[in-house]
């Protein structure tokens, strides 16, 4: 599978971003989705993860109650809704895909997106 981040930006700290992450190449919906970012001089990091089915979702702490993880299985997306973003969110985004039920580590992810920057003010 192939995918492709985008909506990336540059935004006031409590702002918001909208990322989204296009499949194609297989049956999107034998994949779970991920979402995760990594920070200059930082290790990757789990954000955001949704199920295949689109029937659970899971959360870094760090994340938890600011930013929604969705996906269409009909238009192959999965989008990250980023609210009341803060500086330490700033990083490189990255979507990826797992055939298989949805993990929260990085060494699950055996397909990844290209990264999309997005940079939070102070």
């Known amino acids: 599978v192939q995918l492709q981040a985008s909506g990336g930006g540059l935004v006031q700290s409590g702002g918001s971003l909208r990322l989204s992450c296009a499949a194609s190449g297989r049956p999107f919906n034998n994949y779970a989705m991920g979402w995760f970012r990594q920070a200059p001089g930082k290790e990757r990091e789990f954000v955001a993860a949704?199920?295949?089915?689109?029937?659970?979702?899971f959360y870094a702490d760090s994340v938890k109650g600011r930013f929604t993880i969705s996906r269409d299985n009909g238009k192959n997306t999965v989008d990250l809704q980023m609210d009341r973003l803060k500086p330490e969110d700033t990083a490189v985004y990255y979507c990826?895909?797992?055939?298989?039920?949805?993990?929260?580590?990085?060494?699950?992810?055996?397909?990844w997106g290209q990264g999309t920057l997005v940079t939070v003010s102070s």
């Open positions: 990826a895909a797992r055939a298989g039920p949805v993990q929260v580590e990085v060494s699950g992810y055996g397909y």
């Open positions: 949704i199920r295949r089915s689109g029937s659970g979702t």
